[in-house]
């Protein structure tokens, strides 16, 4: 079993629709979560930290579930520059060493 | 702010030669690490250093592939010799400290002929 799994994709959405990805991992005792974008032929980038409340930044929320071990990521209202791949990312607490899930492939069609 | 600075930005290079690719991470950051992407394998991680010490190499391929860090502000990932199954970008990344958010810089295009 892979530490962090996504579902590859692709997910084809209509402006303005909402997605929603979920990702699970397998090590309980994991310690801290983000959301990584990577738009085609360039570098990952930080989308946001993922926080045990759930949080929202815009038409971001990303949600934890430390009892289940899955992480989520719902996008309001999307828009075409929303296409990209999404990186589910834990932080297993191996001395730094962050695990990054294969990533789910999103395109936004007008 | 000067993010992570990687170069070259694309390398091509015949099967054989000795390939080097170099880092500067974001002034600060005490935790650099080597990625490789592939449309296969996806991002999977080299090797990382935490202030200049390498503390996980598991991920290095072979011993055709070898990283320093000589000082916090400079780190290189040498193959030699090179292979065409090595054809991949290779990205860095340093962190603050250790588990915190990576920052990525743009990668650098290896392709071996």
């Known amino acids: 079993r892979k530490e962090v799994e996504q579902d590859p994709g692709p997910f084809n959405v209509p402006e303005g629709a909402t997605v929603a990805f979920n990702c699970t991992y397998s090590?309980?005792?994991?310690?801290?979560f983000f959301w990584y974008r990577q738009d085609c032929r360039k570098e990952p980038k930080l989308l946001m930290s993922?926080?045990?409340s759930g949080n929202e930044d815009g038409r971001f929320t990303a949600q934890l579930n430390r009892a289940s071990q899955y992480i989520s990521l719902l996008i309001r209202d999307s828009k075409l520059s929303d296409s990209a791949t999404y990186l589910c990312?834990?932080?297993?607490?191996?001395?730094?060493?962050?695990?990054f899930g294969q990533g789910t492939e999103l395109s936004v069609k007008p | 702010d000067a993010g992570v600075i990687q170069s070259p930005r694309h390398e091509v290079t015949e099967m054989g030669q000795e390939v080097t690719l170099r880092c500067k991470p974001i002034?600060?950051?005490?935790?650099l690490f080597w990625y490789r992407q592939t449309m296969m394998r996806g991002l999977e991680l080299l090797i990382y250093?935490?202030?200049?010490?390498?503390?996980?190499d598991s991920g290095m391929p072979e011993d055709r592939f070898s990283a320093k860090m000589p000082n916090a502000s400079f780190s290189t990932l040498k193959i030699q010799p090179s292979e065409p199954r090595d054809s991949a970008v290779y990205f860095c990344a340093s962190a603050i400290s250790a588990g915190q958010p990576q920052h990525f810089g743009d990668g650098t295009r290896l392709s071996i002929l």
């Open positions: 250093f935490n202030n200049n010490v390498p503390i996980d």
């Open positions: 990312v834990v932080n297993p607490g191996r001395r730094g060493k962050l695990i």
């Open positions: 090590n309980s005792a994991s310690q801290s």
């Open positions: 993922v926080y045990s």
């Open positions: 002034s600060g950051h005490n935790s």
